[in-house]
């Protein structure tokens, strides 16, 4: 008798990991749920919603007739995704924290504390999908375009991708809306958790002032040629090609273009300044091959909800990629992700410098 693959759910409370947890037993999974206690979300009158997911997640377990494991998580996505989150918009970037949270948590520690009791496979419910190819494991975008998360997921290793299981790479939403319904799960019509989970009211600046215990200071908004234009309030309140919220009358449209965390500057300029040809990344992972040979021709966005673009990608350091783009692109950011596309297949990524 063949032994089952043993399969590690990571449980959110939300409708996808229940789904995903049902579809992996009916593929012949010997099947667990996880739950990460990562952050408090904290009501306005005292509820910890994160106690309500946790519990969200267990009736599922106890539905599906499976084991539920709760780790508290919550030191360590401080002191890797929260602490990389305010170093980078303190050093003047913009932080995208889910891609580190699923290189360094949900992929890192808790594929790794479940390798160890005994998992084949930790299986989440991002829309997405992997494929064994010639020895190689190949991540490709999920079925449904709106609501594929392959732009989240560039930073997995062939050793992360050979053990994760993405369950609901084929399906929509409503699809797996209705299957919730049909095996009776509570949570079917559950809301989609939004923006960033440890930053609910979506207030980025008064979040990191709170856990740094400091204020930022003001300094100069200044022009491309260091002219003195005026003060903002701090350059951790501003992201590249932003228009509203800066609080100064140019007599036209004007946008942020750069910010020097050192110099404490935010630099403003007209929107055609804010574009450009060329994006350097580093910190890359390429998924196909290990090292880019010459120049290749790729489709690339610079952030998620971003339409991808030709371009030409060239490996210009042992940790360096350069993407040349055929039309300009728009306010590439500091801190954000390049991810790179051969059709539905993603070649890889990196973060932009």
Known sequence: MIEKKKVSVAMSGGIDSAVAALLALDQGY???GVTMKLCPKITDDGTDLTLNDIADAKAVCDRLGITHTVYDLEDRFRDTVIKDFIDTYVSGGTPNPCIVCNKLLKFGILLDMEIARGADLVATGHYAQIEEKNGRFLLRKATDEKKDQSYMLWSLSQYQLSHTLFPLGSLTKPEIRKIGEENGFIIAHKSDSQDICFVP???YASFIENARGEKFAEGDYIDEHGNILGRHKGVIHYTIGQRKGLGISM??????????AEKN????????KLFTYTVVIKGINLI???KLEGKIRVKAKIRYHHTESDAYAEQTGPDEITLTFDEPQRAPAKGQSAVMYDGNYVIGGGIIQ
């Open 30 to 32: 010997e099947v667990s």
């Open 201 to 203: 009211d979506g207030d």
């Open 251 to 260: 007599g036209r449209h004007i946008f942020v273009a750069a910010k020097d």
């Open 265 to 272: 500057t935010v630099t403003l300029a007209d929107e055609d």
């Open 288 to 290: 196909p091959f290990d």
